[in-house]
């Protein structure tokens, strides 16, 4: 497993902006493909974002594409999320992970993320 820990999050208006960073560690970091996800209240957690290891590869879900930028800083150890145009429906626990990390894995604690109108 790659220890995790997620930041960035907080309460931001509707059409703001915020930078989520993932801090994971481990040798093997830089082999992995990384996600990010995220938790609405009530709801099951769900894909977000992908990048592969040398950032060739990147993938995002429908409903942020546009607006959201997935990278990645191999020498750091770091993921990072930049969210613009921030919607209330993007209010969530957004976590980082391994692509591919089942419900039953190993995940970090997320960060905060509140959307107001």
């Known amino acids: 497993q790659v220890p995790l820990v997620e930041s960035g999050g907080g309460l931001v208006q509707a059409g703001g902006s915020l930078r989520l960073s993932c801090a994971a560690s481990?040798?093997?970091?830089?082999?992995?493909?990384m996600a990010w996800f995220r938790q609405a209240p009530g709801k099951e957690r769900e894909f977000v974002a992908l990048?592969?290891?040398?950032?060739?590869?990147?993938a995002y879900t429908d409903s942020v594409k546009g607006r959201f930028t997935i990278s990645r800083d191999n020498a750091k150890n770091m993921v990072y999320l930049q969210m613009i145009d921030l919607k209330p429906e993007d209010t969530a626990v957004y976590y980082c992970n391994k692509e591919g990390t089942p419900s039953s894995g190993y995940w970090g604690q997320g960060t905060q993320v509140t959307v107001s109108s």
């Open positions: 990048i592969s290891r040398n950032s060739h590869g990147i």
């Open positions: 481990g040798r093997t970091f830089n082999n992995y493909t």
